[in-house]
Protein backbone atom coordinates (compact mmCIF):
# COMPACT_ATOMS: atom_id res chain seq x y z
CA UNK A 1 0.00 0.00 0.00
CA UNK A 2 1.48 3.46 -1.01
CA UNK A 3 2.46 5.30 2.31
CA UNK A 4 1.47 9.42 2.93
CA UNK A 5 3.51 9.75 5.10
CA UNK A 6 5.70 7.45 8.24
CA UNK A 7 6.87 8.98 11.24
CA UNK A 8 10.08 7.30 11.98
CA UNK A 9 11.69 6.10 15.29
CA UNK A 10 9.60 7.78 18.09
CA UNK A 11 8.14 6.45 21.44
CA UNK A 12 4.56 5.67 20.45
CA UNK A 13 2.13 6.22 23.43
CA UNK A 14 -0.90 4.08 22.93
CA UNK A 15 -3.27 2.51 25.26
CA UNK A 16 -1.36 -0.66 26.15
CA UNK A 17 1.85 1.83 26.84
CA UNK A 18 4.77 3.33 24.93
CA UNK A 19 6.74 1.14 22.49
CA UNK A 20 9.33 2.47 19.98
CA UNK A 21 8.21 2.35 16.42
CA UNK A 22 7.04 3.52 13.39
CA UNK A 23 3.96 4.99 12.07
CA UNK A 24 2.80 4.44 8.45
CA UNK A 25 -0.39 6.31 7.28
CA UNK A 26 -1.92 6.17 4.06
CA UNK A 27 -5.16 8.32 2.98
CA UNK A 28 -5.23 9.75 6.49
CA UNK A 29 -5.36 7.18 8.24
CA UNK A 30 -3.14 5.25 10.52
CA UNK A 31 -2.07 1.89 8.71
CA UNK A 32 0.99 -0.01 10.26
CA UNK A 33 2.85 0.69 13.53
CA UNK A 34 6.16 -1.47 14.08
CA UNK A 35 10.13 -1.42 14.47
CA UNK A 36 11.90 -0.14 11.10
CA UNK A 37 8.76 -0.30 8.71
CA UNK A 38 9.78 -1.10 4.87
CA UNK A 39 9.57 1.33 2.13
CA UNK A 40 9.07 4.85 1.48
CA UNK A 41 6.71 7.61 1.76
CA UNK A 42 6.01 11.28 0.37
CA UNK A 43 6.70 12.42 3.64
CA UNK A 44 9.29 11.27 6.37
CA UNK A 45 9.23 12.73 9.74
CA UNK A 46 12.30 11.60 11.99
CA UNK A 47 10.59 11.24 15.47
CA UNK A 48 14.15 10.17 17.28
CA UNK A 49 14.56 10.98 20.75
CA UNK A 50 10.13 12.29 20.48
CA UNK A 51 7.10 10.79 21.73
CA UNK A 52 4.13 10.40 19.37
CA UNK A 53 0.55 11.04 21.23
CA UNK A 54 -2.60 11.32 20.12
CA UNK A 55 -3.42 14.98 19.35
CA UNK A 56 -5.43 16.85 21.47
CA UNK A 57 -8.93 16.97 20.74
CA UNK A 58 -10.22 20.13 22.64
CA UNK A 59 -14.08 19.98 23.26
CA UNK A 60 -14.50 23.03 24.95
CA UNK A 61 -13.66 26.55 23.19
CA UNK A 62 -14.91 29.56 22.49
CA UNK A 63 -13.91 30.58 19.09
CA UNK A 64 -16.40 33.48 19.01
CA UNK A 65 -16.87 33.21 14.92
CA UNK A 66 -18.24 34.65 13.12
CA UNK A 67 -19.66 38.04 14.70
CA UNK A 68 -16.68 38.71 16.96
CA UNK A 69 -13.73 37.14 15.51
CA UNK A 70 -11.86 40.61 16.89
CA UNK A 71 -12.33 38.15 20.28
CA UNK A 72 -10.50 35.11 18.92
CA UNK A 73 -11.86 33.77 15.53
CA UNK A 74 -11.77 30.27 13.91
CA UNK A 75 -7.88 30.95 12.00
CA UNK A 76 -5.70 31.87 14.95
CA UNK A 77 -7.89 29.68 17.64
CA UNK A 78 -6.83 26.88 15.40
CA UNK A 79 -3.40 28.15 14.66
CA UNK A 80 -2.75 28.14 18.64
CA UNK A 81 -4.24 24.82 18.84
CA UNK A 82 -1.95 23.56 16.02
CA UNK A 83 0.93 24.95 17.53
CA UNK A 84 0.19 23.15 20.48
CA UNK A 85 -0.19 19.81 19.59
CA UNK A 86 -3.97 20.01 18.83
CA UNK A 87 -5.59 18.44 15.97
CA UNK A 88 -9.78 19.04 16.50
CA UNK A 89 -11.86 21.69 18.63
CA UNK A 90 -15.44 21.96 19.09
CA UNK A 91 -16.66 25.32 19.18
CA UNK A 92 -19.25 26.45 21.82
CA UNK A 93 -22.62 27.99 20.29
CA UNK A 94 -22.43 31.12 22.74
CA UNK A 95 -20.16 33.99 21.75
CA UNK A 96 -20.74 33.99 18.18
CA UNK A 97 -23.21 36.51 16.78
CA UNK A 98 -25.59 35.21 15.61
CA UNK A 99 -25.04 31.92 18.56
CA UNK A 100 -25.72 28.88 16.82
CA UNK A 101 -28.85 28.25 18.01
CA UNK A 102 -30.95 27.28 14.34
CA UNK A 103 -29.72 25.67 10.91
CA UNK A 104 -28.90 29.66 9.69
CA UNK A 105 -26.40 30.54 12.45
CA UNK A 106 -25.13 27.20 12.22
CA UNK A 107 -23.92 27.25 8.64
CA UNK A 108 -22.97 30.88 9.11
CA UNK A 109 -20.51 29.18 11.85
CA UNK A 110 -19.33 26.45 9.37
CA UNK A 111 -19.06 29.10 6.21
CA UNK A 112 -16.82 31.21 9.01
CA UNK A 113 -14.45 28.20 9.39
CA UNK A 114 -14.47 26.06 5.87
CA UNK A 115 -11.05 27.44 4.47
CA UNK A 116 -9.43 29.24 7.50
CA UNK A 117 -9.44 26.11 10.04
CA UNK A 118 -5.79 24.79 11.03
CA UNK A 119 -7.70 21.89 12.48
CA UNK A 120 -10.49 19.53 12.48
CA UNK A 121 -13.58 21.02 13.96
CA UNK A 122 -17.34 20.16 15.83
CA UNK A 123 -20.17 22.26 16.57
CA UNK A 124 -22.06 22.78 19.70
CA UNK A 125 -25.15 23.92 19.31
CA UNK A 126 -27.25 26.12 21.92
CA UNK A 127 -29.98 24.90 24.27
CA UNK A 128 -32.10 28.75 25.29
CA UNK A 129 -35.72 29.53 25.90
CA UNK A 130 -37.29 29.55 23.46
CA UNK A 131 -35.60 27.15 20.77
CA UNK A 132 -36.19 23.84 21.93
CA UNK A 133 -38.05 23.40 18.83
CA UNK A 134 -35.05 24.24 16.72
CA UNK A 135 -32.82 21.48 18.69
CA UNK A 136 -33.92 18.31 15.42
CA UNK A 137 -32.83 21.13 12.97
CA UNK A 138 -29.43 21.62 14.75
CA UNK A 139 -29.16 17.81 14.99
CA UNK A 140 -29.37 17.57 11.40
CA UNK A 141 -26.74 20.26 10.47
CA UNK A 142 -24.22 17.84 12.47
CA UNK A 143 -24.21 19.77 16.25
CA UNK A 144 -22.31 17.26 18.82
CA UNK A 145 -24.85 18.33 21.24
CA UNK A 146 -26.51 21.13 23.21
CA UNK A 147 -25.01 23.33 25.74
CA UNK A 148 -27.22 25.47 28.13
CA UNK A 149 -26.39 27.92 30.96
CA UNK A 150 -27.96 27.57 34.34
CA UNK A 151 -26.73 31.24 34.98
CA UNK A 152 -26.37 34.39 33.16
CA UNK A 153 -23.85 33.67 29.53
CA UNK A 154 -22.45 37.36 29.57
CA UNK A 155 -24.19 37.07 26.12
CA UNK A 156 -27.40 39.10 26.06
CA UNK A 157 -28.38 36.91 23.20
CA UNK A 158 -27.52 33.62 24.75
CA UNK A 159 -30.01 33.25 27.65
CA UNK A 160 -29.58 31.31 30.48
CA UNK A 161 -31.83 28.32 30.82
CA UNK A 162 -34.15 28.09 33.79
CA UNK A 163 -35.34 24.61 34.85
CA UNK A 164 -38.45 24.64 31.98
CA UNK A 165 -36.37 25.21 29.46
CA UNK A 166 -33.61 22.81 30.97
CA UNK A 167 -36.49 19.97 30.93
CA UNK A 168 -37.88 20.30 27.69
CA UNK A 169 -34.78 20.37 25.90
CA UNK A 170 -33.15 17.42 27.87
CA UNK A 171 -36.16 15.42 26.81
CA UNK A 172 -35.80 16.21 23.40
CA UNK A 173 -31.87 15.88 23.27
CA UNK A 174 -32.66 12.36 24.72
CA UNK A 175 -34.62 11.34 21.63
CA UNK A 176 -32.23 12.84 18.98
CA UNK A 177 -29.32 10.64 21.12
CA UNK A 178 -27.40 13.75 21.49
CA UNK A 179 -25.82 15.09 25.03
CA UNK A 180 -26.63 18.04 26.73
CA UNK A 181 -23.57 20.16 28.16
CA UNK A 182 -24.60 22.68 31.29
CA UNK A 183 -22.51 25.48 32.90
CA UNK A 184 -23.48 24.51 36.20
CA UNK A 185 -23.82 27.62 38.86
CA UNK A 186 -26.99 28.75 41.20
CA UNK A 187 -27.95 32.22 39.39
CA UNK A 188 -30.16 33.26 42.05
CA UNK A 189 -27.09 32.42 44.20
CA UNK A 190 -24.57 34.54 42.53
CA UNK A 191 -26.21 37.10 40.86
CA UNK A 192 -27.72 38.31 44.74
CA UNK A 193 -23.90 38.15 45.53
CA UNK A 194 -22.38 39.84 42.78
CA UNK A 195 -25.51 42.33 43.30
CA UNK A 196 -24.62 43.15 46.90
CA UNK A 197 -20.64 43.19 46.35
CA UNK A 198 -21.22 45.68 44.02
CA UNK A 199 -23.32 47.86 45.54
CA UNK A 200 -21.09 47.95 48.72
CA UNK A 201 -18.47 48.80 46.57
CA UNK A 202 -16.70 45.43 47.30
CA UNK A 203 -15.32 45.07 43.85
CA UNK A 204 -11.69 43.67 43.95
CA UNK A 205 -10.63 40.08 42.70
CA UNK A 206 -11.48 38.19 45.96
CA UNK A 207 -14.69 39.78 46.77
CA UNK A 208 -15.83 38.34 43.17
CA UNK A 209 -13.95 34.68 44.18
CA UNK A 210 -16.76 35.14 47.48
CA UNK A 211 -19.81 35.89 44.92
CA UNK A 212 -19.15 32.31 43.53
CA UNK A 213 -18.95 29.90 46.13
CA UNK A 214 -18.64 26.40 46.17
CA UNK A 215 -22.08 25.52 47.04
CA UNK A 216 -23.90 27.65 44.04
CA UNK A 217 -21.88 24.84 41.79
CA UNK A 218 -22.58 21.62 43.68
CA UNK A 219 -25.98 22.60 43.52
CA UNK A 220 -26.51 23.48 40.13
CA UNK A 221 -24.85 20.53 38.97
CA UNK A 222 -27.27 18.16 41.41
CA UNK A 223 -30.28 19.83 39.97
CA UNK A 224 -28.86 19.25 36.23
CA UNK A 225 -28.60 15.27 37.47
CA UNK A 226 -31.91 15.16 38.88
CA UNK A 227 -33.25 16.26 35.83
CA UNK A 228 -30.99 14.39 33.15
CA UNK A 229 -32.00 10.93 35.40
CA UNK A 230 -35.86 11.74 34.60
CA UNK A 231 -35.30 12.56 30.83
CA UNK A 232 -33.06 9.73 29.76
CA UNK A 233 -30.70 12.33 28.50
CA UNK A 234 -26.89 12.15 28.44
CA UNK A 235 -25.73 14.76 30.56
CA UNK A 236 -22.01 16.23 30.58
CA UNK A 237 -21.11 19.18 33.48
CA UNK A 238 -18.31 21.28 31.74
CA UNK A 239 -15.53 23.06 33.78
CA UNK A 240 -16.18 21.02 37.25
CA UNK A 241 -13.89 23.23 39.70
CA UNK A 242 -14.22 21.90 42.98
CA UNK A 243 -14.07 18.19 44.70
CA UNK A 244 -18.08 17.88 45.75
CA UNK A 245 -18.93 19.29 42.25
CA UNK A 246 -16.86 15.58 40.75
CA UNK A 247 -18.21 13.82 43.50
CA UNK A 248 -21.91 14.63 42.94
CA UNK A 249 -21.23 13.12 39.21
CA UNK A 250 -19.59 9.55 40.29
CA UNK A 251 -22.39 9.59 42.72
CA UNK A 252 -25.12 9.44 39.98
CA UNK A 253 -23.06 7.55 37.79
CA UNK A 254 -23.05 4.48 40.36
CA UNK A 255 -26.93 4.57 40.10
CA UNK A 256 -26.76 4.53 36.59
CA UNK A 257 -27.46 8.11 35.22
CA UNK A 258 -25.29 9.14 31.81
CA UNK A 259 -23.30 11.60 33.45
CA UNK A 260 -19.94 12.86 32.96
CA UNK A 261 -17.81 15.82 33.59
CA UNK A 262 -14.82 17.56 32.83
CA UNK A 263 -12.10 20.11 34.16
CA UNK A 264 -9.51 22.79 32.85
CA UNK A 265 -6.11 23.25 32.85
CA UNK A 266 -6.57 26.40 35.24
CA UNK A 267 -8.21 24.70 37.88
CA UNK A 268 -5.57 22.07 38.03
CA UNK A 269 -2.42 24.68 37.46
CA UNK A 270 -3.89 27.52 39.53
CA UNK A 271 -5.71 29.00 42.39
CA UNK A 272 -7.47 31.88 44.34
CA UNK A 273 -4.34 33.29 45.20
CA UNK A 274 -3.61 33.18 41.60
CA UNK A 275 -6.41 34.97 40.63
CA UNK A 276 -5.76 37.59 43.41
CA UNK A 277 -2.54 37.97 42.02
CA UNK A 278 -2.76 38.04 38.78
CA UNK A 279 -6.07 39.91 37.73
CA UNK A 280 -8.35 39.40 35.31
CA UNK A 281 -6.51 37.25 33.28
CA UNK A 282 -7.68 34.55 35.55
CA UNK A 283 -11.08 35.32 36.30
CA UNK A 284 -13.37 32.51 35.01
CA UNK A 285 -16.43 31.14 36.53
CA UNK A 286 -17.12 29.00 37.98
CA UNK A 287 -13.81 30.79 39.64
CA UNK A 288 -10.99 29.88 40.66
CA UNK A 289 -10.87 27.54 43.99
CA UNK A 290 -8.23 27.11 46.90
CA UNK A 291 -5.40 24.64 46.65
CA UNK A 292 -7.38 21.95 48.31
CA UNK A 293 -9.74 21.69 45.71
CA UNK A 294 -7.36 21.72 43.02
CA UNK A 295 -5.56 18.49 45.15
CA UNK A 296 -9.33 16.93 44.79
CA UNK A 297 -9.18 17.46 41.20
CA UNK A 298 -5.72 15.89 40.62
CA UNK A 299 -7.33 13.00 42.65
CA UNK A 300 -10.34 12.55 40.46
CA UNK A 301 -7.90 12.63 37.44
CA UNK A 302 -5.81 10.26 38.38
CA UNK A 303 -9.08 7.82 39.33
CA UNK A 304 -11.37 8.33 36.46
CA UNK A 305 -14.14 10.34 38.03
CA UNK A 306 -13.10 13.11 35.54
CA UNK A 307 -13.55 12.07 32.36
CA UNK A 308 -11.40 14.59 30.48
CA UNK A 309 -9.24 17.88 30.25
CA UNK A 310 -10.98 20.28 27.74
CA UNK A 311 -8.96 24.23 27.82
CA UNK A 312 -12.37 26.69 27.74
CA UNK A 313 -10.40 28.39 25.71
CA UNK A 314 -12.64 31.87 26.16
CA UNK A 315 -10.54 35.16 25.41
CA UNK A 316 -11.45 38.44 25.11
CA UNK A 317 -10.00 42.25 23.77
CA UNK A 318 -7.62 43.84 26.38
CA UNK A 319 -10.32 46.51 26.33
CA UNK A 320 -13.18 43.84 27.60
CA UNK A 321 -10.61 41.81 29.77
CA UNK A 322 -8.83 44.51 31.71
CA UNK A 323 -4.80 45.48 32.24
CA UNK A 324 -2.34 42.79 31.55
CA UNK A 325 -1.84 40.34 34.24
CA UNK A 326 1.44 42.83 35.59
CA UNK A 327 -1.15 45.02 37.17
CA UNK A 328 -4.11 42.98 38.80
CA UNK A 329 -5.34 46.35 40.40
CA UNK A 330 -5.98 48.27 37.38
CA UNK A 331 -9.65 47.61 37.28
CA UNK A 332 -11.78 49.53 39.56
CA UNK A 333 -14.52 47.12 39.23
CA UNK A 334 -12.96 43.63 38.54
CA UNK A 335 -16.79 42.10 38.11
CA UNK A 336 -17.27 44.57 34.99
CA UNK A 337 -14.34 42.95 33.26
CA UNK A 338 -14.79 39.32 31.15
CA UNK A 339 -14.18 36.59 32.62
CA UNK A 340 -12.69 33.92 30.58
CA UNK A 341 -9.44 32.04 30.38
CA UNK A 342 -7.20 32.03 27.45
CA UNK A 343 -5.32 27.96 26.94
CA UNK A 344 -6.19 26.51 23.91
CA UNK A 345 -2.24 26.57 22.88
CA UNK A 346 -1.19 25.27 26.98
CA UNK A 347 -3.25 22.34 27.69
CA UNK A 348 -0.51 19.66 26.82
CA UNK A 349 2.66 21.57 27.67
CA UNK A 350 0.67 21.99 31.00
CA UNK A 351 -0.64 18.60 31.36
CA UNK A 352 2.40 17.16 30.67
CA UNK A 353 4.20 19.25 33.24
CA UNK A 354 2.14 19.04 36.28
CA UNK A 355 0.23 16.10 35.35
CA UNK A 356 3.17 13.59 34.18
CA UNK A 357 6.38 14.77 35.23
CA UNK A 358 5.03 16.31 38.88
CA UNK A 359 2.35 14.08 39.83
CA UNK A 360 3.38 10.89 38.08
CA UNK A 361 0.27 10.66 35.64
CA UNK A 362 1.02 7.92 32.93
CA UNK A 363 1.37 9.38 29.45
CA UNK A 364 -1.33 6.77 28.61
CA UNK A 365 -3.75 8.31 30.84
CA UNK A 366 -3.27 11.76 29.54
CA UNK A 367 -3.63 10.37 26.02
CA UNK A 368 -7.11 9.21 27.25
CA UNK A 369 -8.08 12.79 28.86
CA UNK A 370 -7.15 15.09 26.18
CA UNK A 371 -7.98 12.97 23.13
CA UNK A 372 -8.98 9.47 23.63
CA UNK A 373 -12.14 10.42 26.07
CA UNK A 374 -13.70 13.53 24.31
CA UNK A 375 -13.45 11.94 21.11
CA UNK A 376 -15.28 8.88 22.12
CA UNK A 377 -18.10 10.60 24.33
CA UNK A 378 -18.70 12.83 21.27
CA UNK A 379 -18.94 10.09 19.17
CA UNK A 380 -15.95 11.95 17.04
CA UNK A 381 -15.07 8.88 14.38
CA UNK A 382 -11.92 6.46 15.26
CA UNK A 383 -9.79 9.23 16.83
CA UNK A 384 -7.88 10.05 19.73
CA UNK A 385 -5.51 6.81 19.57
CA UNK A 386 -2.02 5.68 17.91
CA UNK A 387 -3.93 2.53 16.36
CA UNK A 388 -4.32 1.19 13.37
CA UNK A 389 -7.46 1.83 11.46
CA UNK A 390 -7.30 5.18 13.57
CA UNK A 391 -7.50 8.53 12.06
CA UNK A 392 -3.79 9.70 11.85
CA UNK A 393 -3.93 12.63 13.95
CA UNK A 394 -0.46 12.66 16.03
CA UNK A 395 1.59 15.14 18.11
CA UNK A 396 5.23 14.72 17.67
CA UNK A 397 6.71 15.58 21.40
CA UNK A 398 10.07 16.35 22.30
CA UNK A 399 9.27 15.20 26.24
CA UNK A 400 12.99 16.34 27.51
CA UNK A 401 12.13 20.21 26.19
CA UNK A 402 11.09 22.31 29.10
CA UNK A 403 10.80 25.92 29.01
CA UNK A 404 8.74 28.88 31.05
CA UNK A 405 5.79 30.48 28.36
CA UNK A 406 6.98 33.54 26.61
CA UNK A 407 4.25 35.94 25.04
CA UNK A 408 6.09 35.60 21.98
CA UNK A 409 5.20 32.02 21.77
CA UNK A 410 1.34 32.75 21.65
CA UNK A 411 -0.58 32.33 18.60
CA UNK A 412 -3.79 33.74 19.96
CA UNK A 413 -5.77 37.07 18.76
CA UNK A 414 -4.29 38.88 21.58
CA UNK A 415 -1.67 37.81 23.66
CA UNK A 416 -3.14 37.41 27.22
CA UNK A 417 -2.34 34.55 29.25
CA UNK A 418 -2.44 33.50 32.74
CA UNK A 419 0.44 31.05 32.49
CA UNK A 420 3.38 33.45 31.07
CA UNK A 421 6.20 32.46 32.94
CA UNK A 422 5.09 29.02 33.74
CA UNK A 423 6.86 25.78 33.05
CA UNK A 424 5.63 23.53 30.00
CA UNK A 425 7.12 20.45 29.18
CA UNK A 426 7.13 18.95 25.60
CA UNK A 427 7.88 21.35 22.95
CA UNK A 428 5.92 20.08 20.17
CA UNK A 429 7.96 19.22 16.95
CA UNK A 430 4.75 18.50 14.88
CA UNK A 431 1.61 18.27 14.60
CA UNK A 432 -0.10 15.64 12.10
CA UNK A 433 -3.86 16.20 11.16
CA UNK A 434 -4.68 12.93 9.13
CA UNK A 435 -1.01 12.64 8.10
CA UNK A 436 -0.27 15.70 7.08
CA UNK A 437 1.75 18.31 8.83
CA UNK A 438 0.30 21.39 9.80
CA UNK A 439 2.32 22.68 12.48
CA UNK A 440 6.38 23.00 13.20
CA UNK A 441 7.79 23.93 16.49
CA UNK A 442 4.88 26.32 17.32
CA UNK A 443 4.36 27.41 13.60
CA UNK A 444 1.77 26.54 11.30
CA UNK A 445 2.65 25.10 8.02
CA UNK A 446 1.07 24.62 4.53
CA UNK A 447 -2.72 25.18 3.88
CA UNK A 448 -5.51 25.02 6.31
CA UNK A 449 -6.86 21.77 6.07
CA UNK A 450 -9.48 21.84 8.76
CA UNK A 451 -13.05 19.93 8.24
CA UNK A 452 -16.61 19.49 9.74
CA UNK A 453 -16.91 16.75 12.09
CA UNK A 454 -20.31 15.43 12.40
CA UNK A 455 -20.80 12.60 14.94
CA UNK A 456 -21.28 9.30 13.91
CA UNK A 457 -25.00 7.88 14.17
CA UNK A 458 -25.68 6.16 17.55
Known amino acids: MPRDCIVRGGTVVTPAGAVVADVAVADGVIVEIGPSLPGTAVDEIDATDCHLLPGVVDSHVHFNDPGRADWEGIASGSAALAAGGGTLFC ?16 AAKLAAAEGVSRTNFAFWGGLVPGNVRRLEELTKCGVIGFKAFMSGSGIDDFEAADDATLWAGMKVAAALGLPVAVHAENDSITAALARDAVATGRLTPRDYLLSRPMIAEVEAIGRAICLAEDTGVSLHIVHVSCGAGV ?26 DDCIRLGAVAKCAPPLRPASEQAALWAALADGRIA ?16 PHTDPNASENFFSAWGGVAGVQTTLGLILEEGFSQRGLPLAHIAELLAAAPARRYRLGK ?14 VDLGAVAPLDVTMLRYRHPLSPYLGRMLRGRVRHTI ?18 RLVRPEAV
Open 383 to 396: RGRLEPGFVADIAV
Open 433 to 450: LAGHTIACDGVPVGPPRG
Open 247 to 272: AAVAEARSRGVDVTCETCPHYLVLTD
Open 308 to 323: FVASDHSPAPESLKGA
Open 91 to 106: DMPVNASPPTLDAASF
